[in-house]
């Protein structure tokens, strides 16, 4: 809602109509990225998924030896692994996103400049097992959270896909980085992967409200 339009009912009156609206066309779920979680909830919405973010000290994640193989990702790239991946990981988690592309912009925007990276692992079999897309920034956080600003990501379709990224940023980028930050679900326990915890932070947060 515009600034000179908010707190005299706009939304209120916008879902008096779209209600019934959604009931007449059958639609069974409806998803919002909320300003307020109490507010919506007096519409039906719930908060949705569990997300958890992850800060670790780049120190706190073992070295292992190299496993598999790891390369950057340049516009022109074969980015179809991505997509594969997502659907992999999160083909058992209800309300997922369907893509035909996992992520359109990677093909036009210009990553370079934008100071972004897409680096593929695939396991010694030459299978894509995980992928994380980061965000250079100005306080050495290695970042590879997802939000509607950054748009970023850490997959992994398994222990040795995870172990073998971690590693493999501890190694490449400890001098430029002092964290990483990446997000999972909220079953997702990284705790195994780090060797000293108390350089390890995790906080939870709601990705969004469903109504069903």
């Known amino acids: 809602t515009l600034p000179q339009h908010r707190r005299g009912g706009v939304i209120r009156r916008c879902f008096e109509k779209a209600l019934p609206d959604m009931y007449e066309k059958g639609f069974l779920l409806s998803a919002l990225y909320p300003f307020s979680q109490s507010y919506y909830r007096?519409?039906?919405?719930?908060?949705?998924?569990?997300?958890?973010?992850?800060?670790?000290?780049?120190?706190?994640?073992?070295l292992l030896p190299p496993r598999g193989s790891i390369v950057q990702l340049f516009p022109g790239d074969d980015f179809s692994p991505l997509l594969d991946i997502y659907q992999k990981f999160y083909e058992k988690y209800n309300l997922s996103v369907f893509r035909k592309?996992?992520?359109?912009?990677?093909?036009?925007?210009?990553?370079?400049?934008?100071?972004?990276?897409?680096?593929l692992w695939r396991s010694e079999t030459g299978e894509p097992r995980g992928f994380f897309l980061s965000k250079k920034t100005d306080d050495r956080v290695f970042n590879c959270t997802t939000n509607f600003r950054l748009p970023n990501a850490f997959l992994a379709l398994d222990a040795e896909a995870y172990a073998a990224m971690f590693s493999?940023?501890?190694?490449?980028?400890?001098?430029?980085?002092r964290t990483l930050r990446l997000d999972t679900p909220a079953n997702v326990d990284l705790t195994s992967f780090f060797a000293e915890h108390n350089k390890v932070e995790c906080s939870l947060r709601y990705n969004g409200m469903l109504r069903v």
């Open 101 to 119: 592309v996992y992520d359109r912009a990677l093909l036009k925007d210009n990553l370079l400049a934008q100071q972004r990276y897409v680096y």
């Open 42 to 62: 007096q519409f039906g919405y719930e908060v949705g998924a569990e997300v958890r973010t992850w800060t670790v000290e780049l120190d706190a994640i073992p």
């Open 168 to 177: 493999f940023i501890r190694r490449t980028f400890a001098a430029d980085y």
